[in-house]
């Protein structure tokens, strides 16, 4: 099993940045990919960003390409997000979560909020 906790949301205005943080327990942090995802009122949740288990191969959703960065710390058993540029569509819940190579995403943390003011 792999515990998650995510930390780091808050309010931002327009133009500003948020470092989310996501904390995991239980299975050794280096034998899974991380990921990053989010879900806005009335949406579907989406993929963020993810991140390969070695940290050497990264993806990104369309809409945060070029603002976000994914990166993780093996030594610390974090992962974290770096959001720049935010804008009000940012807003959503952002998740957390972890999968074995070959499986689906089947660890999630709680969920942290972001809010981007207009």
């Known amino acids: 099993q792999v515990q998650l906790v995510e930390s780091g949301g808050g309010l931002v205005q327009t133009g500003g940045s948020l470092r989310l943080s996501c904390r995991a327990s239980g299975r050794p942090f280096s034998s899974y990919s991380m990921g990053w995802f989010r879900q806005a009122p009335g949406k579907e949740r989406e993929s963020v960003a993810t991140i390969s288990w070695t940290g050497g191969s990264t993806t990104y959703g369309d809409s945060v390409k070029g603002r976000f960065t994914i990166s993780r710390d093996n030594a610390k058993n974090t992962v974290y997000l770096q959001m720049n540029s935010l804008k009000p569509e940012d807003t959503a819940v952002y998740y957390c979560?972890?999968?074995?190579?070959?499986?689906?995403?089947?660890?999630w943390g709680p969920g942290t909020q972001v809010t981007v003011s207009s």
């Open positions: 979560a972890a999968k074995f190579i070959g499986s689906n995403w089947s660890f």
